[in-house]
């Protein structure tokens, strides 16, 4: 079965140092890969999402991330994290499996930035 | 982006009642919607999968007689939960996606629809 596993489950930083939050996912056919953010009290954004192509990829608020397809990962980058990144980050799968389309998504990783 | 809305955005009701909550998509038509539920500090898990004028495909462990899911149309799927108890209370959020194939597929999230069952 398709899964995704993040590996940080609370990521702690100061403001200005850089972030990168682990993801591996399970899944033997074609993926697209996204990064979705859930600001507290908002709903899930999208961060950015990888279909093909570039193995980097480049989202809003200078999130990156790096698809490296022989290690079924899509690991998320921040150089320089804010204040206002606090938030809660999941990974997700989009695998078409029997006919249908899933979104499978990682367990998430808060993040607290501190000023 | 696109938007896709849900509606009510929290709703209280009594054990034993149903409960009807709407996913619109606003300006697209969406062949596929999906329904989330998320428990507090925990991740969002996949409850059906619905496509446009067929039946909802239930993830394992989720009760399709409880849970109903009607996509009659290409901009509107409903989530009816039956005969609610305090331990569907959770926040439920659906999906909405523009084509069945996995590449070139993106998929739009609802504000989600708290549901408190007293």
């Known amino acids: 079965a398709q899964s995704v596993s993040q590996h940080n489950h609370h990521v702690i930083l100061s403001e200005a140092a850089s972030l990168e939050l682990g993801c591996n996912y399970s899944?033997?056919?074609?993926?697209?890969l996204f990064w979705y953010v859930q600001y507290p009290g908002q709903h899930l954004q999208l961060l950015l999402k990888?279909?093909?192509?570039?193995?980097l990829v480049k989202g809003i608020k200078g999130f990156e991330a790096e698809f490296i397809k022989s290690k079924f990962s899509f690991n998320l980058r921040k150089p320089s994290v804010q204040w206002s990144d606090t938030a809660e980050y999941f990974c997700?799968?989009?695998?078409?499996?029997?006919?249908?389309?899933?979104?499978?998504f990682g367990a998430g990783t808060r993040l607290a930035v501190h000023p | 982006g696109a938007v896709v809305s849900q509606h009510p955005s929290r709703v209280i009701c009594k054990s034993g009642t149903s409960v009807k909550i709407e996913c619109r998509s606003l300006?697209?038509?969406?062949?596929?919607m999906f329904w989330y539920r998320q428990f507090p500090k925990q991740s969002l898990m996949l409850m059906a999968t619905?496509?446009?004028?067929?039946?909802?495909?239930?993830e394992q462990g989720v009760e399709k007689d409880k849970f109903l899911i009607n996509h009659a149309s290409l901009t509107l799927s409903t989530l009816t939960v039956t005969s609610a108890h305090p331990e569907d209370s959770s926040f439920y959020i659906c999906?909405?996606?523009?084509?069945?194939?996995?590449?070139?597929?993106?998929?739009?999230f609802g504000e989600g629809s708290w549901l408190t069952v007293v």
């Open positions: 999906s909405a996606g523009q084509g069945a194939s996995s590449s070139g597929n993106t998929i739009y």
């Open positions: 899944y033997g056919g074609t993926v697209n």
């Open positions: 990888y279909f093909s192509g570039d193995p």
């Open positions: 997700a799968v989009n695998a078409f499996s029997g006919g249908y389309n899933k979104l499978i």
């Open positions: 300006d697209f038509q969406a062949t596929t």
């Open positions: 619905s496509n446009e004028g067929s039946k909802a495909t239930y």
